[in-house]
T-cell receptor
């Protein structure tokens, strides 16, 4: 069984640029959540995608957007990058099926904005 | 506004002793709580969870206690092992059950000394 994978591992961008991060969910999972983890902080919920639709959003501006594809993989897009966007971006997949739904996290993408 | 707080950034214990990690929350609507462990360069991995209808859940060396009146939960690791050295995050869900939209604390770095 393949776990959650993310690409790229590391990325360096400059202010104002746009970036796309990718996540492949674990086999059989239909839900992907994205989190931003700044240095020394816990992960912060960005948004969740369930069956290709956004299913909840945290306190992030519209320049953070996402997609989920029919195979349940997902992308996180960030436009007009700011220095504070430098962080570890984590995705987590789960199968929402009622009751207990364990989430599995990928290793993350480290984004540095210069 | 930090709804989930881990006030101890770090904890050091001797191998074989008990490790107690603490977490406080402010939102009384939280009804599901989880603990995750994170090693460097890896995503968080699920450890143990507890529903708000319980006050204790045990899984091997790990026990989570929930005190709803105090809005406090704790993770006990007995006996602690050097391999337990990692960053521990508590997380809470504001929706019924574990939907994957989690609010994390800042994390506590546990060091278990041989």
């Amino acid at each position: 069984e393949t776990g959650v994978t993310q690409s790229p591992t590391h990325l360096i961008k400059t202010r104002g640029q746009q970036v796309t991060l990718r996540c492949s969910s674990q086999s059989g999972h239909n839900t992907v959540s994205w989190y931003q983890q700044a240095l020394g902080q816990g992960p912060q919920f960005i948004f969740q995608y369930y069956r290709e639709e956004e299913n909840g959003r945290g306190n992030f501006p519209p320049r953070f957007s996402g997609l989920q594809f029919p195979n349940y993989s997902s992308e996180l897009n960030v436009n007009a990058l700011e220095l504070d966007d430098s962080a570890l971006y984590l995705c987590a997949s789960t199968k929402l099926a009622g009751g207990y739904n364990e989430q599995f996290f990928g290793p993350g993408t480290r984004l540095t904005v210069l | 506004d930090q709804q989930v707080k881990q006030n101890s950034p770090s904890l050091s214990v001797q191998e074989g002793r008990i490790s107690i990690l603490n977490c406080d929350y402010t939102n009384s609507m939280f009804d599901y709580f989880l603990w995750y462990k994170k090693y460097p360069a890896e995503g968080p991995t699920f450890l143990i969870s507890i529903s708000s209808i319980k006050d204790k859940n045990e899984d091997g060396r790990f026990t989570v206690f929930l005190n709803k009146s105090a809005k406090h939960l704790s993770l006990h690791i007995v006996p602690s092992q050097p391999g337990d050295s990692a960053v521990y995050f508590c997380a809470a869900s504001a929706e019924t059950g574990n939907t994957g939209k989690l609010i994390f604390g800042q994390g506590t770095t546990l060091q278990v000394k041989p």
